[in-house]
T-cell receptor, first 113, second 116 residues
Framework: EAQVTQNPRYLITVTGKKLTVTCSQN?????MSWYRQDPGLGLRQIYY???????DKGDVPEGYKVSRKEKRNFPLILESPSPNQTSLYFC????????????FGPGTRLTVT | AQSVTQPDIHITVSEGASLELRCNYS??????LFWYVQSPGQGLQLLLK??????LVQGIKGFEAEFKRSQSSFNLRKPSVHWSDAAEYFC??????????????FGTGTRLQVTL
């Protein structure tokens, strides 16, 4: 089954404790992206990757890091989480060509206390 | 820069009634347009997309949307709403001038409530 998986689905952590949210897709997609969803703000892009070893900032990259060492994986790293990073995070992937839809993972709900 | 406006934050309709969710976009050329639905506790599922051709697009679950260039709109419609349609709906625009998949800019969403 074609899918995007994220882990963990729920995470509660404390300020300053480094964490990683994993994202993996099995569709051989070149393009992957991370979004955060906040009430009243919709989805905002954090980082995206056009292919292996190619990443770039989205609209709200501050406080986040990403890496793309393999085509299927695109982890999101919060080196020193803060309460304003409490949010619902989505990973998405799509084929590199044309107006292809983005496939979304199930989401990771992160709470930073 | 591209942008999307969904003017209705919350809409309530009766089951069986028709539905129209509004979406206005800003983009310099013909955009790629999408409607996604997010059920409670779920990820986003694509309902339909437009990138060229017929301006009336059919999607899944009986939804359709019409691209109107003159109004910069891409409104989502359904003739008869079912209780299971209660969800949050997002309109999104993607740039068409790169020839490759690019970031989507999302609207802030419209939450649909269906009364029985």
């Amino acid at each position: 089954e074609a899918q995007v998986t994220q882990n963990p689905r729920y995470l509660i952590t404390v300020t300053g404790k480094k964490l990683t949210v994993t994202c993996s897709q099995n569709m051989n997609h070149e393009y992957m992206s991370w979004y955060r969803q906040d009430p009243g703000l919709g989805l905002r892009q954090i980082y995206y990757s056009m292919n292996v070893e190619v990443t770039d900032k989205g609209d709200v990259p501050e406080g986040y890091k990403v890496s793309r060492k393999e085509k299927r994986n695109f982890p999101l790293i919060l080196e020193s989480p803060s309460p304003n990073q409490t949010s619902l995070y989505f990973c998405a992937s799509s084929s590199h060509r044309g107006p292809n839809e983005q496939y979304f993972g199930p989401g990771t709900r992160l709470t930073v206390t | 820069a591209q942008s999307v406006t969904q003017p209705d934050i919350h809409i309530t309709v009766s089951e069986g009634a028709s539905l129209e969710l509004r979406c206005n976009y800003s983009y310099g050329a013909t955009p790629y347009l999408f409607w996604y639905v997010q059920s409670p506790g779920q990820g986003l599922q694509l309902l339909l997309k437009y990138f060229s051709g017929d301006t009336l697009v059919q999607g899944i679950k009986g939804f359709e949307a019409e691209f109107k260039r003159s109004q910069s709109s891409f409104n989502l419609r359904k003739p008869s709403v079912h209780w299971s349609d209660a969800a949050e709906y997002f309109c999104a625009v993607g740039a068409s001038n790169t020839g490759t998949a690019s970031k989507l800019t999302f609207g802030t969403g419209t939450r649909l409530q269906v009364t029985l």
